[in-house]
């Protein structure tokens, strides 16, 4: 094989990128191109397959709709695919099948024999030009699929959609979590240019499910729709299903009222996450309805398949309880909305001393979320994280100066790991720490504490 180990592979798929002035990209309208990733996937056949595709945009939870959705798909006897982005401490983590993530021996093989392909594309770009690692990453994903028989995958796009390239699979379902301000200076400084960019993933004459939107947005949505003469619906307050509490047992999950699939416990603690199930639900039916399969839409067994798979999916990293004594929770709310979201959902079990630990990048809102995490917290720790050297973060004594003028006790630490430590002597053995991180700083987290996720 021409790489050994996944290093050495994953160093070569940047490569491309790498020659490139790729710190100084302006909008993806202007600076993305995703040909050369299409011209891979089609020379190597990996648009061939009759598979069917769900993809996922928004700006916060798509990560969560792509994992309940695979697992319901699972629970109902499917083989599916998934890919997401970014991963938590190691690029195999984006490629799972039945919620297992792709083998070291398997990536660096498959990244091998992709290379001569890799290689031809390279050569034909002008300078400045590049083949995107993710087109890469999902070539690489095509051809797992294809070789354990995925009947069926959920793609999640970055940041976008229009100019990305995990949009190039050929879906008959798109989804649209809730879509927010975020990424400006790639996506556009308006919400309705964020949202353009986000309906870019429709397909003529698909099918496209949204979470609840601002006005502004779901009207682009409902235009991009029409445009290509593609069936649009959207899910109202009557198709979500209903918080009915904790569960009574670990407190680790949520009961909920899922209309006709009765109340289940949801073994994951953000409200947040009951609007992306409900979308799941939605998303699991159609694409099943397309799909081979004995059990019949809406049977008893349908429906306890569905239950089984809501009672038994797991994303890490999101309201996620890390460990007790002090109890530590994380997720990746690095804006005003997603924060009182995160607080909202473990407030019953916060108990002081109460410390906040925040890693926001430098394009997110640092100022509000110190105005929300000030209000609960007896203790502020700013922190960063050099995981993802793209994802640049304040210097420390900017951070501080925002967080001082709401919180008196406030500290920095470099790393994650420091900040962990810090805060765990802070909130003593009786206390609570919240940790609301950008998702690299998650990945550290997760390595701190040993924790993989072979298999979700």
Known sequence: ????????????????????????????????????????????????????????????????VTAITAKLLQSLGHTVGMVTSPHLTTYRQRFRVNGRMISEEDLVRIISELSPHIDAVNATLDEGRYLSPQGIFLAVALKWFD??????????????????????????????????????????????????????????????????????VMDVLRREADAVDARFEWLATSDMGVYLGHDRGEKTGMMVEMGRYGTVTIPMLGRYEIENASLAVWAAGNLHGRLKTDIKHGSPEYVEKIRYGLENVFWPGRCHKLQD???????????????????????????????????????????????????????????????????????????????????????????????????????????????????????DAMHYYDLHFDVI
């Not at 229009?162 to 649209?176: A, E, K, M």
Request: proline share 6%; glycine share 6%.
């Open 1 to 64: 094989m021409r790489f050994i180990t996944e290093t050495e592979a994953i160093t070569y798929v940047f490569e491309s990128l790498a020659h490139t002035n790729w710190r100084g990209r302006g909008l993806d309208e202007h600076t993305r191109d995703i040909s050369p990733s299409r011209k891979l996937l089609m020379e190597t056949g990996l648009l061939d397959s009759r598979r069917e595709y769900a993809v996922v945009t928004g700006s916060k939870g798509k990560g969560s």
């Open 147 to 216: 070789e354990q028989d995925v009947t069926v995958a959920m793609i999640e796009v970055g940041r976008g959609g229009r100019y990305d390239d995990n949009s190039l699979v050929n879906n008959r379902l798109s989804l649209f979590t809730p879509i927010i301000m975020e990424h400006a200076r790639y996506l556009g400084n308006s919400l309705e240019r964020i949202a353009w960019h986000k309906a870019g993933i429709i397909k003529p004459h698909s099918i496209a499910y949204s979470l609840p939107q601002a006005p502004a």
């Open 325 to 443: 004594a002090p109890a530590v929770y994380i997720d990746g709310a690095i804006n005003p909305l997603s924060a009182k979201s995160f607080i909202d959902s473990v407030r019953d079990f916060l108990t002081h001393p109460v410390v906040a630990v925040l890693a926001v990048p430098t394009d997110r809102d640092l100022d509000g979320l110190c105005k929300i995490f000030a209000q609960i917290s007896d203790t502020i720790i700013l922190t960063q994280t050099e995981r993802n050297i793209a994802i640049p973060f304040p210097a420390p004594d900017i951070a501080l100066g925002v967080v001082r003028q709401y919180h008196d006790h406030t500290y920095f630490a470099p790393t994650i790991a420091q900040a962990i430590d810090l805060a765990k002597i802070h909130a003593t053995k009786d206390g609570t720490v919240l940790m609301s991180v950008a998702q690299p700083a998650i990945g």
